[in-house]
């Protein structure tokens, strides 16, 4: 199983960016699936889900700014991350927070001021 995230960048303060993460090796199909993040010298944590069923989640600041969806045909799951921030720069991964699977490379997001 892999988990591939792309669409990190560097990107200045208010800009936007669209995170792709294409899982090959298993169906997404009836997983919840989750984006997290982890900044340097911080601990890795979730910064929003989707529900197998589309039902969506988000924590912490992200709520109001990211958007979260799944394409089931494609076996993707996307971040659509509006009004960054400087605290949004870390790499962003995706899993399923119901565990099972290994954790790919992610992808760097960097925000400057």
């Known amino acids: 199983v892999q988990l591939q995230a792309s669409g990190g960048g560097l990107v200045q303060a208010g800009g936007s960016l669209r995170l792709s993460c294409v899982v090959s090796g298993t169906s997404i199909r009836l997983r919840d699936m989750g984006w997290y993040r982890q900044a340097p010298g911080k601990q890795r944590g979730l910064v929003a889900a989707i529900t197998f069923g589309g039902s969506q989640e988000y924590f912490g600041s992200s709520e109001g700014r990211f958007t979260i969806s799944r394409d089931n045909a494609k076996n993707a799951v996307y971040l659509q991350m509006n009004g960054l921030k400087p605290d949004d720069t870390a790499r962003y991964y995706c899993?399923?927070?119901?565990?099972?699977?290994?954790w790919g490379q992610g992808t760097q997001v960097t925000v400057s001021s």
């Open positions: 899993n399923s927070p119901r565990g099972g699977i290994s």
